[in-house]
């Protein structure tokens, strides 16, 4: 399996911070790589797909980057409705692998 | 709008089973595939693997397979996990979730969760 791992597992930001989230696959992925929201209770929300591409209805403050094995989400200016855990995902192999999660807490 | 509307949450016993279904609608079922993930109280993803709905063919990740089962009924839009002898380190949230079948993309819209519970 492609093992996923996130960095750093916590960051402290206040709103209108600039956030950036990295993701270390063990091999190559290519550009399959996306990244999720989750907040407590809900569903992940797909952000970013394809490494940089920003998925419809994602505000342009979300940004990713990379490709093969290092990759980057960045929040360019933190927003209060930003406060949560973010995700890695890996769907280029055959078993897809997930980073263990970023939380984003408030400063 | 799209939907996936799982069913509610489950206790069971170690040893016993449990089936979730996933009843979509707001798109066409047959194409997207469907996967299945769980998510164990405060961890990360798995991926258990996911189901051609055009097929009915199942892919299923290294670790779950002989226990976990994914099925569809296409005539009402639905997709089924069945877990058998169950053991505690089940306990977790699946979900269900849509990957379109046309091309290399990742999990666009998920299901909301359904909590299965395995104590004695």
């Known amino acids: 399996d492609i093992q996923m791992t996130q960095s750093p597992s916590t960051v402290s930001a206040s709103v209108g911070d600039r956030v950036t989230i990295t993701c270390r696959a063990s091999?190559?992925?290519?550009?399959?790589l996306a990244w999720y929201q989750q907040k407590p209770g809900e569903a992940p929300n797909l952000l970013i797909y394809?490494?940089?591409s920003l998925e419809s209805g994602v505000p342009s403050r979300f940004s990713g980057s990379g490709s093969g094995t290092d990759f980057t989400l960045t929040i360019s200016s933190l927003q209060a409705d930003d406060f949560a855990i973010y995700y890695c995902?890996?769907?280029?192999?055959?078993?897809?692998?997930f980073g263990q999660g970023t939380r984003v807490e408030i400063k | 709008q799209v939907q996936l509307v799982q069913s509610g949450s489950e206790l069971r016993k170690p040893g016993a089973s449990v089936k979730i279904s996933c009843q979509t609608s707001?798109?066409?079922?047959?194409?997207?595939?469907m996967n299945w993930v769980r998510q164990a109280p405060g961890q990360g993803f798995e991926s258990l693997g996911w189901i051609n709905t055009k097929t009915g063919n199942p892919t299923y990740d290294p670790g779950f397979t002989g226990r976990f089962v994914f099925s569809l009924d296409s005539s009402v839009s639905t997709a089924y996990l069945q877990i058998s002898s169950l053991k505690p380190e089940d306990t977790a949230v699946y979900y269900c979730?849509?990957?379109?079948?046309?091309?290399?993309?990742?999990?666009?819209?998920w299901g909301q969760g359904t909590l299965v519970t395995v104590s004695s």
């Open positions: 394809e490494a940089s």
């Open positions: 707001g798109y066409t079922f047959t194409k997207y595939k």
């Open positions: 979730a849509r990957t379109f079948s046309g091309s290399q993309r990742p999990i666009d819209f």
């Open positions: 091999q190559s992925v290519s550009s399959w």
């Open positions: 995902l890996q769907y280029n192999s055959y078993s897809w692998t």
